[in-house]
């Protein structure tokens, strides 16, 4: 009886010492989970619910062929952020090849908003049909009475089909029917609603993508649309299943993408990247007092050596993580993606800093939640001029 209780105490020191317990973050280093495995969950959107954290992101595979989704959606859970539990496949491809989630097709930034109301988790997310590469632009939705899934696909669509935006007036709509796309190409940065307009009908395209809920539970999507030209910001339905008519071109001709939203102070910011592949990128950040108006780019919130803003210390924004329970306190979760072997991108997560009323950016080799600690309270937000 002493042999096998020795035994266990054995085996139960050993099962623990193998269990790395962290307390730092260490942007851009292999980061495991619980099973001693590398977190597996690209591009990735966060929810709080009932005291814990949970990580939804994509299940990347191995080669230059990595983005095509094999598997799904991953989810970890977290109770404080440095150390993740493995929660398996939230969303799975469907082994049916008449499904548009069947292996192959292409999944990204999965975003889960709880609603209060119907009790449901509703996740939403950039989806490519199989053999496609980006041409389809759809965004995809899927619902769960459990955080963790498994969750039910509904569809995938175009957005806002016969519906112009909110602010692309008559007079837009008129010049937008006259361009030649011909001529745009020579000057990207002026292609005057074209996409818009070429895609009325059959709906706006809608790739990077992201979700905020306001303090009040609205719930707005936010993504990248007019082949990535434009960010496009839509009111959601009081179930959070689908899209109002109501929605805005943001930054138009900007040429943003994976945007990341957070509110702070009453401001609403956005942290973007620009058009460059997988490579990295210099950051862009924009504020507005309104989600649905007045957005004004403000510069790259970087503040590193030159080479490090020039590429967002090597990464894409993703997220904006709010950390519970400490004032004004907010994560830059970004990917440092490797084209080469998908699978081996690292995740950087840098504390938000607040300096003149705006949030910056800046390095740390590690760093752990007490940073929050020395935060000074931003009591005056940017005013943005009108």
Known sequence: MRKIFLIYIWFFSATMMAQTINDQFKPG????????????????????????????????GSGKTGDKAMVGFHVYSSKDLYNW???????KVIEDEKSMLQKECILERPRVIYNKKTKKFVMWFHHELKDQAYKSALTGVAVSDNVIGPYK???SSRIHPKVWAK?????????????????FLKKPEETHGFYMYRDFEKGQMSRDMT??????QQAYHITSS??????LISKMSEDYLSLTNEYIRVLPDGRNEAPAIFKMGGKYYMISSTLTGWKSNPARLSVSDNMMSGWKFIGNPCRGTDVENESTFNSQSTYVLPVIGKKDAFIYIGDSWNSINLIDSRYIWLPIQFQDGLPIIKWYNSWNLDFFKNQIEVKNPIIIKK
Do not use: C, M, P
């Open 226 to 231: 007019e082949e990535s030209q434009t960010i």
């Open 29 to 60: 280093k292999l980061w495991l989970d619980n099973k001693e495995i590398y977190i597996n969950a690209h591009g990735g959107g966060f929810l709080f619910h009932k005291d814990t954290y949970y990580w939804f992101g994509e299940h990347k």
């Open 153 to 155: 696909y509904i569809n």
């Open 211 to 216: 979700l905020f809920v306001d303090d009040d």
């Open 167 to 183: 602010n692309f007036t008559k007079k837009q709509q008129q010049r937008a029917a006259q361009v030649d796309e011909n001529d």
């Open 85 to 91: 539990k493995d929660e398996g496949i939230a969303l």
